[in-house]
């Protein structure tokens, strides 16, 4: 398939002689913003930096070698006006995190647990156990509850919970107490080791005839497309008549994976992206992916293998985290695939696209760079709505009950054999 980011877009440093730290990372990421952004926001920030670099430059007056977090701090508050849900400055630290093995040029040690720490609950509630990994060989599954680590309960607060997880985990090695519904606790010994990699799209069966297909994320975006339509194909050959796909918690990935992966489900699907350095599209006929300009033409084909395509009853499951091209493949199926969608809104950053700019001192830029729309010429919907609203929750799923899948499988039941 086309080997394409969500967008790529190469953009030079800021060019503008800076006298302090402050003002030197201030202007670098407000050449960004001037130049690039191309989201949504009612006002664009070419017409906030310019008081905030001018309240910059009195405080700065004011400070021996104007400090890089004044100028950090400035730059928060004119994010913070723009309101776009997408554009933000990401730490060097967090940018270590999401490219494990950055630093030290070897992978991050993990024990292959997705969690959610309840606010109005105790302990942490496992949403995946990545196979492969330590947390997965050792029997740990989605709805198990860890309460304490090393003999030590979680703290109370949500942040501290997830806090000491990741301290526990870089110490290496963890003891974990585990709370199954119907079962007796138990403790479980996990040795945190080399990331297991992509969370792959998998198949389980629910019910007669329906499939829960679920898609953890959209990265890399080749490997899921593939898996989801071998998995489509595998649902139908076996008797499928139903399939419930399950975006929960899934937060995106590139547009390509999107089309691709929509490709499954419904015979034309596409993206178009503008912005003020964006002008291009994304779309899949039949399994024929193209890349194409503005005015229609093709720059770049490619075939995917072994293209499937469901004709069956289909249920799309959403939460508050499933998020940006996340929510634009459930809104693509909702809307072009006769999907009926089950859960809560989703994040809201469904119609805009981003590029990650690295910044001099480490840090990332997340800048929005293009609105996005469908084929058609539509712009897409900030956010999804579900068709049946059902809350998503942790505890309940503790307690042994997947409200949301529940209620999909009771949706499908009238169209059982």
Do not use: K
């Amino acid at each position: 398939m086309v080997p394409l980011a969500c967008l790529l877009l190469a953009l030079g440093a800021a060019v503008a002689q800076a006298e302090s730290p402050a003002l030197t990372i201030f202007d670098e990421v407000a050449q960004h913003l001037r130049v690039a952004y191309g989201g949504t926001a009612p006002v664009h920030p070419s017409l906030l930096l310019p008081s905030a670099r001018a309240a910059l430059v009195a405080r700065c007056a004011r400070v021996a070698d104007c400090p890089e977090s004044l100028g950090l701090a400035a730059l928060e508050g004119v994010l913070t006006d723009l309101g776009d849900g997408h554009t933000r400055l990401i730490a060097a630290e967090a940018v270590a995190e999401m490219t494990p093995g950055a630093a030290d040029g070897g992978e991050r040690a993990v024990i292959g647990v997705v969690v959610r720490a309840p606010l109005d609950g105790l302990g942490l509630v496992v949403l995946d156990a990545v196979p492969g990994s330590a947390a997965a060989r050792a029997g740990v599954v989605r709805g198990d509850r860890i309460m304490a680590l090393d003999g030590v309960s979680l703290p109370a607060d949500a942040g501290e919970r997830l806090a000491a997880l990741a301290l526990a985990v870089a110490r290496g090695h963890v003891r974990v107490a585990v709370l199954r519904a119907g079962a007796p606790p138990r403790e479980v010994e996990l040795v945190a080791g080399p990331s297991p990699g992509a969370r792959p799209p998998s198949l389980a069966w629910v019910a007669d005839g329906v499939g829960w297909l679920r898609i953890p994320s959209l990265m890399p975006a080749e490997e899921v497309a593939l898996a989801v339509h071998r998995l489509v194909a595998d649902a139908a050959a076996a008797g499928a008549h139903a399939l419930i796909v399950d975006l929960r918690d899934d937060l995106g990935g590139t547009y390509d994976a999107v089309v691709a992966v929509a490709g499954a489900f419904h015979a034309s699907v596409g993206r178009l992206f503008v912005g003020p350095m964006v002008g291009f599209g994304l779309r899949c006929d039949d399994g024929l992916l193209r890349v194409v300009d503005p005015f229609g033409r093709t720059h770049a084909t490619d075939t995917l293998a072994d293209a499937a395509r469901w004709i069956g009853e289909l249920v799309v499951l959403v939460n508050a985290h499933t998020q940006s091209c996340a929510e634009s493949l459930a809104w693509e199926l909702q809307r072009h695939a006769g999907a009926r969608v089950v859960g809560e809104v989703t994040a809201g950053v469904a119609n805009t696209a981003v590029q990650m700019l690295p910044l001099s001192n480490g840090m990332h830029l997340v800048l929005t760079v293009a609105t996005v729309y469908d084929l058609d010429g539509r712009p897409l919907p900030t956010q999804v709505t579900p068709d049946v609203v059902v809350l998503d929750d942790p505890l309940r799923l503790a307690a042994g009950h997947d409200d949301p899948l529940e209620t999909a499988i009771d949706l499908l039941a009238p169209q059982r054999p």
